[in-house]
């Protein structure tokens, strides 16, 4: 499925191959009319803008997505680390900062009205939650640590009958960091999900 979106993703940073953002933009179809999506990791707003995309196109009048990131960086994008961008640290204040670029995403594509940021960790945006969830994606930061908590905060949000998405699925530590799949696994484990595809390194799964 070829999504349209009023902006060129192709300029806007981030690490979603085509295939994966059009399965996300295709659950996000699926879900948007039956509650709030949120998505853990939002960068630099590519994966935002497909969910985004999704609650224009399905629910306009009530869908949103939750964007949930700290906007600090992960472990690899911090300055030294395989994944640093350079155009993405502020030397003044010496820190990784993608809040600007991400806002202004979404700006350009004219979804300010179905996208709500959470400039926050994880751990602290969860920790008041009560609304159901009709999808979650997980692509936060990929340590063991990191992707345990965001899965414990918020799978449990996730209605029956909605989707849980993990990106980064690598079997072979060679491929990935193991992080990822194993909180994909925790979830199978769990006899709370189903799995429903793996597209690329994306895992979908949905809540029994």
């Not at 949120?38 to 997505?65: F, H, I, M």
Request: with cysteine; aromatic share 10%.
């Amino acid at each position: 499925m070829a999504v349209s979106l009023p902006i060129d993703v192709s300029l806007v940073k981030g690490f979603l191959a085509d295939d994966e953002a059009d399965a996300l933009y295709r659950y996000g179809c699926e879900q948007a009319a039956n509650g709030a999506l949120l998505e853990v990791g939002s960068y630099c707003g590519k994966s935002t803008l497909y969910l985004a995309q999704a609650c224009r196109d399905t629910a306009p009048a009530t869908a949103v997505v939750y964007a949930v990131d700290h906007h600090i960086g992960s472990e690899e994008h911090q300055l030294g680390e395989m994944f640093h961008d350079p155009e993405l640290y502020n030397a003044e204040e010496a820190r990784f900062d993608t809040l600007a670029e991400f806002r202004r995403n979404i700006r350009r594509a004219g979804f300010e009205e179905w996208v709500v940021p959470l400039v926050a960790p994880s751990e602290v945006c969860a920790k008041h939650w009560q609304t159901p969830l009709a999808m979650v994606f997980i692509d936060g930061g990929h340590s063991l640590e990191a992707a345990l908590s965001d899965y414990r905060c918020w799978a449990m949000h996730i209605q029956r009958g909605g989707i849980l998405a993990i990106h980064d699925l690598f079997t072979a530590p060679e491929e990935g960091g193991q992080a990822p799949i194993a909180i994909y696994r925790l979830a199978l484990a769990s006899g709370l999900f189903e799995p429903l595809e793996r597209v690329n390194s994306l895992g979908v799964l949905r809540r029994i």
